[in-house]
């Protein structure tokens, strides 16, 4: 139970790996509150999250609306008392090369995966510094570092979502708040499930990712979630403003 007595916020908490943060979140004793725009996947999760027995509140919100995302930190803050955790699962993926990628698209993509991360970040500090400090997860990815034609948007997007957890790492370390960032490899949840989907031979794709890293394989949702787990608890104690790749060496074989 190494998060026993944290309550955390997961945005994006519908998705593949934000729901398996906030499992996990749950089994190592958080009390969680759900943050997601897909009400309905966030209450089916609410709903067997509490049949295990697990303290969790959904809480629907569009990550990108200011006075949504300060709502659902106040409805968060009512029910369990305190916030000491904040995991930023949020993201979407928009493709396209820079030459043809929609303007709507590249707004969309930045909205989501940037701006929401702030907005949760700027609603969810000041709770966790009345409550004494703790930690901020954001979500970025290996892509981060590496450019792939046709995602050159997302890479911009993870690039920023990094830079912001070195900046406010500065900022909230005398506050007691310690700020890191997972940069996962391949997954095998969410863009690569809607990866698979649009492909015209998925099982290539499939081959491709398991090359791409020196383990052979892509990472289960879980095993992202272990990582969220470990920054969050007193195990982490001294590790702030880090990025923490869990990639399965595809980083090192790049």
Request: aromatic residues 6%.
């Given at each position: 139970m190494e998060?026993?007595?944290q309550?955390?916020?997961?945005?994006g908490?519908?998705g593949?790996i934000?729901s398996?943060?906030?499992?996990?979140?749950?089994?190592?004793g958080?009390?969680?509150a759900?943050?997601?725009?897909?009400?309905?996947s966030?209450?089916?999760?609410?709903?067997?999250l509490?049949?295990?027995?697990?303290l969790?509140l959904?809480?629907p919100?569009?990550?990108?609306?200011a006075?949504?995302v300060s709502?659902?930190?106040n409805l968060?803050?009512?029910?369990?008392g305190r916030l000491?955790?904040?995991?930023n699962?949020?993201?979407i993926?928009?493709?396209g090369?820079?030459?043809?990628?929609l303007?709507?698209d590249?707004d969309?993509l930045?909205n989501?995966?940037?701006?929401?991360?702030?907005l949760?970040?700027?609603?969810a500090v000041?709770?966790?510094k009345?409550?004494?400090?703790g930690?901020?997860?954001?979500?970025?990815?290996v892509?981060?570092f590496?450019g792939s034609?046709?995602?050159?948007?997302?890479?911009?997007?993870?690039?920023?979502?990094?830079s912001?957890?070195?900046?406010?790492a500065q900022?909230?370390?005398?506050?007691?708040i310690?700020v890191?960032?997972i940069?996962?490899?391949?997954?095998?949840a969410g863009?690569?499930?809607q990866a698979m989907?649009?492909a015209?031979d998925p099982?290539l794709?499939?081959?491709?990712?398991?090359?791409?890293?020196?383990?052979?394989?892509?990472?289960?949702?879980q095993?992202v979630?272990?990582a969220?787990?470990?920054?969050?608890?007193?195990?982490?104690?001294?590790?702030?403003?880090?990025?923490?790749n869990?990639?399965g060496?595809?980083?090192?074989?790049r």
């Amino acid at each position: 139970m190494e998060l026993e007595g944290q309550v955390a916020l997961v945005t994006g908490a519908a998705g593949g790996i934000g729901s398996a943060i906030a499992r996990a979140f749950v089994e190592a004793g958080a009390a969680v509150a759900l943050l997601d725009l897909a009400s309905e996947s966030l209450n089916a999760l609410e709903t067997d999250l509490r049949a295990s027995g697990g303290l969790v509140l959904a809480v629907p919100a569009d990550i990108t609306q200011a006075t949504e995302v300060s709502s659902a930190v106040n409805l968060s803050l009512a029910h369990f008392g305190r916030l000491t955790c904040l995991v930023n699962a949020v993201g979407i993926l928009r493709q396209g090369r820079v030459d043809a990628m929609l303007e709507t698209d590249w707004d969309e993509l930045m909205n989501v995966n940037v701006k929401g991360v702030f907005l949760a970040c700027k609603y969810a500090v000041p709770a966790i510094k009345t409550a004494g400090g703790g930690s901020i997860i954001n979500l970025s990815s290996v892509s981060a570092f590496v450019g792939s034609i046709g995602s050159f948007a997302y890479t911009a997007s993870k690039g920023a979502v990094l830079s912001l957890t070195y900046g406010i790492a500065q900022e909230l370390g005398p506050f007691g708040i310690r700020v890191n960032a997972i940069c996962p490899g391949w997954v095998d949840a969410g863009f690569t499930h809607q990866a698979m989907r649009q492909a015209p031979d998925p099982s290539l794709l499939i081959a491709q990712a398991r090359e791409a890293h020196v383990l052979g394989r892509m990472a289960a949702p879980q095993e992202v979630a272990d990582a969220a787990v470990f920054l969050a608890s007193s195990r982490a104690s001294f590790v702030t403003g880090t990025a923490l790749n869990v990639d399965g060496g595809f980083m090192i074989k790049r």
